[in-house]
């Protein structure tokens, strides 16, 4: 475990926004976070926990320990002529991973290539793309619970998954140390949705292998969400708004146009991009913040936004969708504050 006090924050999220941490603390293996507790205790009530930041607005300065988790280790637990049984380490990078397994021909999650973070944030908001979500192939993790001050092991079931959500995203106390996923060693790949078919005939790919789907999920990703390395932003900042069936049959009679999808409970999921984008927020510029131009959900920090400037131009979005479209989209990105 390293200590920093004071620490700066830019490099601590990919929006880039500025800012310091009170305390800033390295958590290198699993056994840092008891000798942790045993410090502070029971001062636990402001900790953040944090992975790379790529899901992350820090509106202010943060007046707390950020708990950076750099836990390492890929371990298989399991093998069988069918599948096998991976424990990852909340540190490892959540695309490192997905190139292992790729190299490795264990099928699972190659539709999540390219995905920015770490494996410890995967299961905070069950990652998402390409019609793969990590809950896909989770079958359990370790966290610790730091109200609590225990180690705890939960199932699928116990972690609640949902669409960009879970237990951990809404209790917002645990430290997840390493996470299980199952992966299949049978050829069984998902290329129906988005461009991934058009992108594997454009290649001339007719009886694709596991790495040409990773590879094409890449040129996709790559030629329509911006590199957080040159330009700040945290992937999608809004969600897709989940509505009961005939609040959307009445927007859909109004709005003929408006994406949906079928969502869980008989509920329909709707586009944030397009209400965004209806609003006429695609691409405008609002000082050093704005929306991305090739994707509505996207806010980018030009460079020297501040995270108040970006934090309010998600509110002023928030409200144009509601003024407009009575519905309410809420961030996919976790703001914190002080
Ligand atoms: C360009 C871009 C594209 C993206 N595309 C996608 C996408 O396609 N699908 C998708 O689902 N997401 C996407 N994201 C969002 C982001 O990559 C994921 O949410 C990722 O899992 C965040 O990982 P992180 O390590 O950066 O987490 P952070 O941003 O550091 O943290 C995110 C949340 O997880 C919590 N957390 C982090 N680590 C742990 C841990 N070990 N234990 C407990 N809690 C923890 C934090 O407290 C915070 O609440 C994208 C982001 C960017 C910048």
Known sequence: MIIYEQTQLNTYNTFGVAGTAKQLIIIESATDVPELLDRTNPDIANFFVLGCGSNVLFVDNFDGRLLHIKIPGITIIED?????????????????????????????????????????????????????????????????????????????????????SSIFKSHNKHLITSINIRLSKHHS???????IE??????????????DVRDSVVTIRQSKLPDPNKIGNAGSFFKNPILETRFSEELRKKHPKLPFYPAEDGKVKISAAWLIDQCGWKGKRIGNCGVYEKHALILVNYGGATGRDIYNLSKNIQSSVLDKFCVEILPEVNIIKG
Not at 148 to 153: I, T, V
Not at 189 to 195: D, E, I, M, P, V
Not at 203 to 210: D, S, V
Request: net charge negative; hydrophobic share 40%; aromatic share 10%.
């Open 80 to 164: 069988s002529k069918d599948d096998v049984v991976l424990n990852v380490g909340a540190g490892v990078l959540w695309n490192d991973l997905v190139n292992y397994c790729v190299d490795q021909n264990w099928y699972g999650i190659e539709n999540l290539a390219l995905i920015p973070g770490t494996v410890g944030a995967a299961p905070v908001q069950n990652i998402g793309a390409y019609g793969t979500e990590l809950s896909d192939v989770f079958t359990s993790l370790e966290a610790w619970d730091l109200s609590a001050g225990k180690s705890e092991n939960f199932d699928k079931k116990q972690s609640r998954f949902e669409y960009r």
């Open 189 to 195: 790949l998902n290329t129906s949705y988005g461009a």
């Open 198 to 211: 058009t992108v594997l005939a454009e290649k001339g790919i007719m009886n694709p292998t596991l790495a």
